[in-house]
């Protein structure tokens, strides 16, 4: 017998899944251009995943089986989100965050030196730029995606929750002065790069509690994504090796084994800071989202953090923290399991002082979030009980989703 779920459950993540012929009349100019520049890696990850070339409407059959079964940007509502309303309909979810795919590729742009491999190929293809005007186009692209964004949340303010992006922040007050205006425009939520310092600094420097608090004080989560970690493992060489040839392409994961068992360490090292250098005691209502990063490391960070700040940092923390790092992250923190593969019933067996940290998503309409995942995840969390699949479905993914 499954456990009982909310009629309407809260997905945080979902993405906008446009193929690239479309790009131009969805975003704007500098998304046409990409869509051309970008052909060669789209084309790359096969003809059903993207690139998709005979397809230009959103237009698949809006039934429950396909938004269960059919991904990618032939899904109903990949891109039309007129239509993902009627989607979330079917699916029971009455809210869901809608993170970038086509942003994505902005952002490898405007991050030349952490973009790696995919970054310097992007500026190959577009003539051999500059690290200066690659730039440029990405942060052109990422005005383009935010635009998306705010008409996207105006259609339902409510239900859909177009996430933001940065153009690269010069320093803390170029940092405000963006989200200020994501703010002003009606965003709602905001994606960060982790890999890098943000706007050059750590998190946990003085200089940037304006910024938390501007976040805390507009109730915008702040929010780690995969694909937005760029900077962290700058270098290439770490993966030049036999065993981690690609098999398979993604523009946000490596379908190889060192890119899926690494894509979670730098929002992991990102909350190190946050934590250990009092961020979320100086803000208690700031919401902090890693999202598509799995959850397997958020016990046993909780864990590693409480020992140093209990047993060798307890007389240089005092006065700084006034709780124990693991209730910071319980308290602040909100993570997304890759349904498909990890254990989750036991990490809320294993881990009770993070249970309220664990989220369910979707990852609509990308392939990662699986078939039918709803029906799979209540069937795992059975043995738990309805309490824990309302906190699952509904209540902890509610910080990410005020």
Sequence with gaps: MTAPVPSCTLDVDGHEFAPPRVWGEIFGPTAERLAEVCGPFIAAMGEDYILRPDQADDDAAMTSENVWTMRHTGAPGAFDMVRRLEALDLMGVSRQLVFPSFGLWGQILSTPDGGGPIAAGLRHFLGGLSHDEATKIGFAATDE?????????????????????????????????????????????????????????????????????????????????????????????????????????????????YSLASTHLAAEHFLMLMVLGGVFERHPMLRFGAIELGAHWLGPLAENLDMWAEK?????????????????????????????VEPLALFFERYPQVADCYCYSTDYPHLEGGRHIKDKVKEMLAPLGGEVAARYFAGNGAWLLP
Excluded at 321 to 339: C, F
């Design 145 to 257: 995606w935010n635009d998306w964004a705010v008409r996207t949340t105006a259609l339902d303010p409510d239900r859909l929750r177009g996430v933001g992006m940065l153009r690269a922040p010069r320093d803390a007050g170029d940092l405000i002065e963006q989200t200020q205006e994501l703010i002003r425009r009606g965003i709602r939520a905001l994606l960060i790069n982790t890999g890098s310092p943000l706007a050059g600094l750590s998190p946990a420097v003085p200089e940037l509690d304006p910024f938390w608090a501007l976040a805390a004080a507009n109730d915008m989560p702040v929010m780690a994504h995969v694909g937005s970690d760029l900077g962290l493992f700058a270098s290439a060489a770490w993966a030049d090796a036999p065993a981690f040839a690609p098999e398979k392409l993604s523009f946000e994961l490596g379908f190889e084994p």
């Design 312 to 340: 060798v940092f307890a007389r240089r923390l005092a006065g700084k923290l006034s709780l124990r790092p693991s209730e910071y992250l319980a308290r602040n923190v909100r993570v997304t399991p890759h349904n498909i």
